[in-house]
């Protein structure tokens, strides 16, 4: 298959470091040091169980520890322009996992959930969740069991990602790289219950959520940026 223009064009921009003109700064944790995405404009929910989650603020990124394995914490943030996938869409963001435990391999301690805006007919949107560990990426699949997977590094220093939705089909890149290091389909993930006062992230359109989103896992990561970029070039 053809690589999209798109998909090049990703490759010299935002792979490669650099911020693209249509770039839309989510959050800026290094050229704005010492501010949460919660001063940025997301929203930062967590449950209080012990040991209760917190946050740092630091000059290299916000330092998000869910804690005890049974709490959820994490960010949700309405995509200022829509997550439009027969277009296309790109969220470049850097994460370092400093530590990430799980007593299920089906879950992760920290997660990214990126949901497209709803086409026509449509019961409910695609989305695409990454659960990451330590040593690893991987999706969510329908059903919330692990689906397709990449041997990761993700310790040590914080790396920088795009992940590129387009049709029915995601893909995550690395800086410096124009290969994906994973790909799939998206998906429609139904039957998820949130807990009280927790909106339901998979039915919520152009949502996307940074953070631990199960009671069967916990970590320790850093999180330096978050940009959004509509890809409007044609094939």
Do not use: C
């Amino acid at each position: 298959m053809r690589t999209p223009l798109a998909a090049i064009t990703l490759g010299f921009t935002l792979l490669m470091g650099a911020t693209s003109v249509s770039a839309i700064p989510l959050y800026r944790g290094l050229t704005t040091p010492s501010q949460t995405p919660k001063d940025q404009g997301w929203t930062y929910l967590f449950t209080p169980f012990p040991t209760a989650p917190s946050v740092t603020a630091t000059t290299r990124g916000t330092i998000l520890d869910s804690g005890a394995t049974k709490n959820y914490a994490g960010y949700f943030l309405t995509s200022p322009s829509p997550v439009d996938r027969n277009t296309g869409y790109a969220l470049s963001f850097g994460v370092q996992i400093n530590s990430e435990s799980h007593n299920s391999d089906n879950r992760a301690g920290f997660s990214i959930i990126l949901v497209s805006n709803p086409l026509a007919g449509e019961s409910q949107p695609y989305a695409i969740e990454l659960g990451f560990w330590e040593n690893s990426i991987w999706a969510q699949n329908v059903g919330f069991t692990r689906g397709e997977n990449v041997s990761l590094n993700t310790q040590g220093a914080v790396k920088n990602y795009v992940l590129y939705i387009k049709d029915n089909q995601y893909k995550l890149y690395m800086q410096g790289s124009t290969t994906p290091i994973l790909e799939g389909p998206l998906r429609q993930y139904t039957g998820f219950e949130p807990p009280a006062g927790f909106p339901n992230p998979y039915t919520t359109p152009n949502l996307i959520f940074m953070g631990d989103d199960t009671t069967s896992a916990t970590a320790n990561i850093t999180l330096s940026r978050v940009y959004a970029s509509p890809v409007t070039q044609s094939p």
